[in-house]
């Protein structure tokens, strides 16, 4: 019946695009990788061996290329959505960055995470809308992010860049997305794991404020320099981004 066939269609697009909001976040996870580069540890400049952001750099210009992939897509206005789009979100609060760990603390810590309200990243239907299929994405995202902090070790410099690239994309998240909470808590997670991962000795002396003015230097300066892309949608900044185009 014409009803079966409606029903028929709808569940296989919806798994479509479920597949399509994961694949996407693991590409957005696979940039702390493969386009991570060295700063120079020996700069006077440097705080922990790390000058700038990395990976959140790329993985900012992939969302933005992503936004207007979707406007394409769905034939829909992407005006005002994202750094491109002048969107003002929410700035997160840098204040509440996990820093190295005490004791008591970390204790606190996970008496918290315990009582967290857990975040459903895959399985849970999404409106085939650009806000909430940018929400998914960077979800499935952020949760292979945390994985990847829980499977690795991390040296003092490899903390330090991990933080300034998450406190980029917790300042950025909310230009995506009108309610980044979600995204902050999940970011916090990878920080935290990171941090549970890497020896007391190179926590010693680490000072999150510093890193954290890093972050918020380098949103302003990619913030200025997304105004350089123009009707073309060529990257005229310093930045450019390597990751293949994905339709949708």
């Known amino acids: 019946s014409p009803e079966d066939v409606v029903m028929c269609l709808s569940g296989s697009a919806a798994r479509l695009l479920q597949h399509c909001i994961e694949a996407q976040g693991h590409e957005l996870a696979l940039l702390t990788k493969t386009h991570a580069a060295n700063s120079d540890s020996s700069s006077t400049n440097s705080v922990g061996g790390v000058t700038q952001a990395t990976w959140g750099k790329t993985m900012i210009l992939r969302l933005e290329a992503l936004i207007k992939e979707l406007g394409a897509a769905l034939g829909v206005s992407v005006a005002g959505l994202g750094l491109l789009g002048g969107r003002r979100g929410e700035r997160a609060d840098l204040s509440r960055t996990p820093g190295p760990l005490g004791g008591g603390k970390r204790v606190y810590v996970d008496i918290e995470r315990i009582f967290t309200v857990k975040v459903q990243v895959f399985g849970q239907p999404v409106e085939l809308a650009v806000e909430p299929v940018l929400m998914a994405v960077l979800?499935?995202?952020?949760?292979?992010?945390?994985?990847?902090?829980?499977?690795?070790?991390?040296?003092?410099?490899?903390?330090?860049?991990?933080?300034?690239?998450?406190?980029?994309?917790?300042?950025?998240?909310?230009?995506?997305?009108?309610?980044?909470?979600?995204?902050?808590?999940?970011?916090?997670?990878?920080?935290i794991s990171a941090g549970e991962r890497t020896t007391v000795e190179a926590l010693q002396g680490l000072d999150p404020p510093a890193l954290s003015v890093v972050a918020s230097t380098e949103y302003t300066r990619l913030s200025s320099s997304l105004g350089g892309v123009g009707t073309t949608g060529r990257w005229e900044g310093g930045f450019a981004s390597t990751s293949p185009s994905v339709r949708w």
Not at 146 to 175: H, K, M, N, P
């Open 139 to 191: 979800k499935a995202a952020c949760k292979a992010l945390i994985e990847w902090t829980r499977l690795s070790t991390f040296s003092r410099r490899g903390y330090c860049q991990l933080q300034v690239d998450v406190q980029l994309l917790r300042q950025a998240v909310g230009t995506y997305v009108k309610d980044a909470s979600v995204l902050e808590t999940m970011l916090e997670e990878v920080l």
